[in-house]
């Protein structure tokens, strides 16, 4: 007799069904959340990317009936005992909840549903979040698009090189503009746009002198720079930072005292990006040579250029996403955000980030009905996803010309990013790509596991009201499910080992006990 479920799952009903799907799904309300725009309203931002202009039909014979599709391999003759191995740990009272509620999914290559459990209860995602900005910018723009900054002039420049008023600084989103000192001091690893290079392309404009000043517009972004369901002290713990379509070294403003031993660097954040952002292009300017008689500032209304007197482009978008996926990377990710709706509506906004990421998901097959996309970075109370839909997502960006690039952004599991201390030295180490997220209340993890002959796993845990031993439990169960999907895939099994029993230790018994096991698998015993 299987053991009764000890997850908490929501208003859930059980149904084992091997060979086929297993399920224990929440019932939820379909309603789409306040704020969430209904399907119908997504045209409002446009068609999908590659989704064909309406067309008349051309005379002539009556086209060809299309081919059937090819029909669906059969499900592999592993999965009952597969199936049956994940409801057994799913259901294990070393997994029992305090207080956690757990959504699992898990999808096969042609995204077949292997196990649900409470999978479509909406839940908060963390950085799970960022998957849902990767799948936006990159269905929005493609891996190899670079954002483009400009500098302009409101008038032609004089045969002297004067500028009789302003040098305007124009973003269209860039997340990764930066200074060499902040890359130097503050985030080397970080891809960064070289505004040094803007300030190079300007002298060589010819401008020597601006009446002026320097002034930054961010205007591509007209929303409020603070997204809806942020905490306040996310933003002065640097967690989240101000959002604008202008930014420069991440938000932050610094200061670096390079002759202290050892050398000191401090960090603000700022809450008018546009102004920082001008404020160093006029610093390299002016060591570049150039006067400038007013200083630097912001706008808030969009410039009236006559002429561009220089342009960076940022490195590719694949290498922001991998960036932005590994490192979790909080401002890269809401910037994105915005800058897709900048491409899909011609307005970066909240809502329209919202909007274009619908619309991009549409295109791949992804629906989002019920769920709530308030930020790019997960870090938003406001949000809600649930992991059905992330391994849907996974499954559908796994099968789409983007592939390559999704899987390379993701994390290695026990090698990279966010992921590099989970599972090494395990049959599983390599094998798992994915994103995780972390909250004080949250935990959650999606990506995809990698067998052979193309085979593999989509898998999705998100845990919300997780603390204290509840938090233990989520991990190991993730990395649990995670071998059990690897060991499937390589034809493994578990034998149990008879250890003598060790004596009783005087702490206290850890929340989770992993039985000790040796894993027979075909390939180890063929010498592969």
């Known amino acids: 007799m299987r053991p009764a479920a000890t997850l908490q799952l929501v208003a859930g009903v059980a149904v084992l069904a091997l060979g086929a799907t297993l399920t224990v799904r929440g019932i939820t309300d379909s309603a789409a959340s306040p704020g969430v725009a209904p399907t119908e309203q997504l045209t409002a931002v446009g068609e999908a990317p590659g989704t064909p202009a309406a067309t008349s039909t051309p005379a002539g014979p009556p086209p060809t009936a299309s081919p059937e599709p090819a029909p669906e391999p059969p499900v592999p003759v592993s999965r009952p ?20 509620t757990v959504g699992v999914a898990v999808r096969d290559e042609h995204g077949r549903a292997v196990v649900d459990v409470a999978s479509d209860e909406p839940l908060l995602p963390a950085s799970t979040m960022k998957l849902v900005t990767a799948a936006s910018s990159l269905l929005t723009f493609g891996s190899g698009h670079r954002f483009e900054t400009i500098a302009g002039v409101t008038q032609p420049v004089t045969v ?11 973003g269209s989103g860039d997340p990764v503009l930066g200074t060499p000192l902040y890359e130097q001091w503050i985030y080397p690893a970080r891809p960064r746009t070289e505004l040094e290079d803007l300030a190079d392309a300007v002298v060589a ?22 997204a809806r369901g942020w905490p306040e002290h996310y933003l002065w713990e640097l967690d989240a930072r101000h959002i604008s379509g202008l930014t420069v070294d991440g938000g932050l403003g610094y200061g670096v005292d390079e002759f202290a031993d050892p050398p000191q660097v401090t960090i603000e954040l700022t809450e008018e990006p546009a102004r920082l952002a001008a404020a160093a292009l006029a610093r390299m300017l002016v060591e570049r040579g150039i006067t400038i ?3 630097s500032r912001a706008t808030s209304e969009a410039s009236d250029i006559v002429e561009v ?28 955000f915005q800058t897709a709706g900048v491409a899909r509506a011609g307005t970066g906004s909240w809502t329209m980030g919202e909007l274009a990421a619908r619309a991009a998901l549409a295109g791949v097959g992804v629906s989002a009905p019920g769920l709530v996309f308030a930020d790019g970075s997960g870090l938003s109370r406001d949000d809600r996803l649930t992991a059905a839909f992330l391994a849907d997502l996974d499954a559908a960006m796994g099968s789409s010309p983007h592939a390559a690039v999704w899987q390379e952004s993701l994390a290695a599991v026990g090698q990279e990013g966010t992921l590099r201390n989970r599972l090494r030295g395990t049959i599983a180490e390599g094998r798992f790509l994915g994103k995780t997220g972390t909250l004080d209340d949250v935990k959650a993890v999606a990506g995809v596991v990698l067998g052979p002959d193309a085979r593999r796993y989509h898998l999705a845990v998100i845990a919300n009201d997780a603390s204290g031993a509840d938090r233990t439990r989520v991990a190991v169960l993730m990395d649990e499910l995670v071998l059990a999907l690897v060991e499937d895939l390589d034809g493994c099994t578990r034998r149990p080992l008879e250890l003598p029993s060790p004596t009783p230790a005087p702490t206290a018994p850890a929340p989770v006990q992993v039985p000790p096991y040796r894993l027979d698998c075909p390939a180890a015993a063929d010498g592969g």
């Not at 005992?81 to 956690?100: D, H, I, K, N, V």
């Not at 404009?205 to 007209?222: E, P, Y």
């Open 81 to 100: 005992a597969l199936q049956t191995r994940l409801w057994e740990l799913l259901t294990s009272p070393s997994f029992a909840m305090t207080g956690a």
């Open 160 to 170: 002297n090189g004067a500028v009789v008023g302003d040098l305007v600084l124009v």
């Open 205 to 226: 404009s010819g401008v020597r002198r601006i009446t002026g000043g320097v002034v930054g517009d961010g205007t591509a972004f007209v929303a409020g720079s603070v």
């Open 293 to 295: 008689e007013r200083g």
């Open 309 to 336: 007197v220089g342009r960076v482009e940022s490195p590719p978008l694949a290498d922001i996403l991998q960036h932005m996926v590994e490192r979790s990377d909080n401002q890269v990710a809401d910037t994105l």
